[in-house]
């Protein structure tokens, strides 16, 4: 996944678009240690650090999910 999201991060500067990016992860379930940081943690962090304007993408599910309906909402 990091792979692909610096990929696509350079696909997207290439053709003018300069956006900053974090990459988070979801999916962990109960007490269980997941690849952070973690997306449920990630975005309060961020409105704290002064982002205002956040666009989420789940870009390593091609169809909808419970866990990522859950975590997004």
């Not at 988070?24 to 240690?33: E, L």
Request: with cysteine; net charge negative; proline share 5%.
């Amino acid at each position: 996944m990091e792979e692909c999201v610096r990929h696509l991060m350079d696909e997207m500067a290439a053709n003018g678009f300069k956006n900053e990016y974090t990459l988070a992860y979801q999916s962990r379930v109960g007490p269980v240690q997941w690849l952070k940081p973690y997306t449920d943690v990630m975005i309060p962090q961020l409105a704290e650090e002064g982002v205002r304007d956040l666009v989420v993408v789940p870009i390593s599910f091609v169809s909808d999910h419970i866990e990522t309906l859950e975590e997004i909402d």
